[in-house]
């Protein structure tokens, strides 16, 4: 498979690509400078989880944060997905809370919650939001086309444009028919939350750093085969802080995991917390009109892939085990937005006739964007995380 990186100038200074790795020692004297200050702020400061509290409270959701040691990459979506699934198995109602990253709505520090969507209709996405910025204003319903006018946001499909107002991760989540609210303040997130949908519980997606809330469980995900990365904090490394931040977690879930072995020399910082393995699989492929299609489905011809996300490996490792050869990847940054000229440059340097493949992730920001005629699917994929009846009295259930 030829790999095809499009990463941009400055991607490329952080990974230290080429004449970039020049600034390598830049890089160390900052991520020293970065560790002294969390090491002074003490991580993420006072304020932080409240740890396994156990049940439900009259009137209060269990809230539950979902987040990385490492900057992205994490698997924090799937696990996030599969946990709001356990919930609901177990009679329970989640809604996720998440910041936007990237999202018109966090820049602009307004508080949304996007209406799920059915498979093969774009329908102009509904939108709840607070009237100003206040968590005691009244909720408006409006759309995400009306949003998009006032927020001067100009794309080429309405799906674009869903997207570009909410965030990528956020239009999985709305997919999968699980009720997310967006805003970067958490505390005033979850407020909007209880208001609209009155859950039993809030999954706060990527908030291990953040200490606006207190939380009843705090999961922190690790990478099974590298928990710490290179072992360097940001920006010489992936690190957001220390490995002694892992003493904080009240779970520990280690992602791709393809044994149950703790690699890394992480044991020391878990010590005896509740440790967990997940393992991605792909559980779907997804067509263009919204509907499953079988794996096999491209048949014999050449498969093009691309993504935009902080992992491209995992993607592609993924993508063969589903028993398709792509001749090609193409590689965009994480949370790439992509470009009629990203996609004439795919078709252009792809084999003639190739069907393509890329993420859910990347799908909403790209799929509108090549010509009808091209076969895309999505490759839905999901977490499975082991023990699950373990997992149930730390999230509130059988208490």
Same mark, same amino acid.
């Given at each position: ?5 499009? !990463? ?14 020049? +600034?390598?020692? +830049?890089?160390? =004297?900052?991520? =020293?400078?970065?560790?002294? !200050? ?6 993420? *400061?006072?304020?932080?989880? %409240? ?29 996030? @997905? ?12 989640? #809604?996720?809370?998440?910041?936007? !990253? ?8 307004? $508080? ?6 059915? $498979? ?14 206040? %968590? ?36 999985? !989540? ?15 997130? #979850? ?29 922190? @995900? @690790? ?5 710490? *990365? ?23 879930? =280690? ?11 992480? *044991? ?43 992992? $491209? ?12 050869? $792509?001749?090609?990847?193409?590689? =965009? ?13 795919? +078709? ?6 190739? %069907? ?10 790209? %799929?509108? +964007? ?30």
């Amino acid at each position: 498979m030829k790999i095809v990186e499009r !990463y941009p100038a400055g991607l490329r200074a952080f990974h230290g690509k080429g004449a970039w790795s020049l +600034l390598y020692p +830049l890089k160390s =004297f900052l991520s =020293f400078s970065y560790g002294l !200050y969390m090491s002074r702020a003490g991580g993420r *400061g006072p304020g932080g989880g %409240a740890g396994i509290q156990g049940g439900f409270r009259e009137g209060r959701p269990f809230v539950i944060s979902i987040g990385n040691l490492e900057a992205g990459g994490g698997g924090k979506t799937p696990v996030t @997905l599969a946990l709001a699934s356990t919930i609901r198995d177990n009679g329970g109602s989640a #809604v996720v809370v998440t910041r936007g !990253y990237g999202g018109f709505a966090a820049k602009e520090g307004i $508080p949304v919650s996007v209406g799920p969507s059915g $498979p093969g209709v774009e329908t102009d996405c509904p939108v709840v939001c607070l009237g100003s910025r206040g %968590a005691a204003d009244a909720p408006q319903h409006t759309s995400c086309s009306v949003l998009a006018e006032q927020w001067g946001i100009r794309e080429e499909s309405l799906r674009i444009a869903m997207t570009r107002i909410v965030g990528d991760e956020a239009m999985i !989540y709305r997919s999968r028919m699980v009720p997310v609210v967006i805003d970067g303040d958490r505390a005033r997130g #979850v407020a909007f939350a209880r208001r609209l949908y009155s859950p039993t519980h809030v999954l706060l997606d990527d908030a291990f750093q953040n200490n606006s809330i207190a939380k009843d469980l705090d999961i922190l @995900l @690790l990478d099974a085969e590298e928990p710490l *990365g290179n072992g360097r904090l940001l920006p010489a490394g992936t690190l957001r802080e220390n490995p002694g931040a892992i003493a904080r977690a009240d779970v520990v879930i =280690f992602t791709r995991a393809a044994s149950r072995e703790i690699r890394g020399g992480v *044991g020391k910082y878990i010590g005896n917390k509740p440790v967990f393995f997940s393992s991605h699989r792909p559980a779907a492929l997804i067509g263009r009109d919204g509907m499953e299609v079988p794996f096999s489905i491209p048949g014999d011809r050449q498969v093009a892939i691309y993504s935009g996300i902080a992992r $491209p490996g995992s993607f592609e490792g993924t993508v063969i085990s589903t028993g398709m050869q $792509p001749a090609v990847s193409f590689r =965009f940054g994480d949370h790439h937005w992509y470009r009629r000229e990203d996609v004439d440059f795919m +078709l252009a340097n792809s084999p003639g006739g190739a %069907a393509f493949a890329t993420t859910e992730k990347d799908w909403n920001k790209s %799929a509108d +964007l090549f010509p009808a005629g091209i076969d895309l699917f999505a490759l839905r994929v999901e977490a499975d995380i082991g023990d699950k009846e373990g997992l149930l009295p730390l999230v509130g259930f059988g208490k």
